[in-house]
């Protein structure tokens, strides 16, 4: 038993000419199919430029943070600096001061 259909051009089609998957499926569906094929695809698009937004980001986030680390570094290590020598001018100071009262003393 032969189905005919009539196309858009008024031929016909046969169920002979079809192929096993367009046997399954008609054209609503086929349309429905393309559809959200079709705007998967432009949310994929949507997402994928979103993710390269957030990459570009989280690189320019990683690079500030990385320039932070080090002004982090030097500042403590200026910090250590001035620490020591306070130190040095301190034990300076206090040899000093013994030193004047030596002299002191012996006068």
């Known amino acids: 038993m032969m189905e005919i259909t009539a196309t858009l051009d008024n031929t016909a089609i046969?169920?002979?000419m079809r192929t096993p998957t367009m046997m399954g499926i008609n054209v609503a569906d086929a349309y429905d199919l393309r559809h959200r094929a079709d705007a998967s695809e432009r949310e994929l698009l949507i997402e994928r430029v979103r993710l390269e937004r957030e990459k570009r980001k989280n690189r320019?986030?990683?690079s500030l943070l990385s320039k932070s680390?080090?002004?982090?570094v030097n500042s403590?290590?200026?910090c250590l600096a001035l620490v020591n020598?306070?130190?040095a001018l301190w034990l300076e100071?206090?040899?000093?001061?013994?030193?004047i009262e030596t002299l002191e003393a012996e006068n």
């Open 14 to 16: 046969d169920d002979g």
């Open 60 to 62: 320019r986030l990683q």
């Open 69 to 72: 680390f080090v002004g982090w």
């Open 76 to 78: 403590i290590q200026s």
């Open 85 to 87: 020598s306070n130190h």
């Open 93 to 99: 100071v206090q040899r000093l001061r013994f030193i």
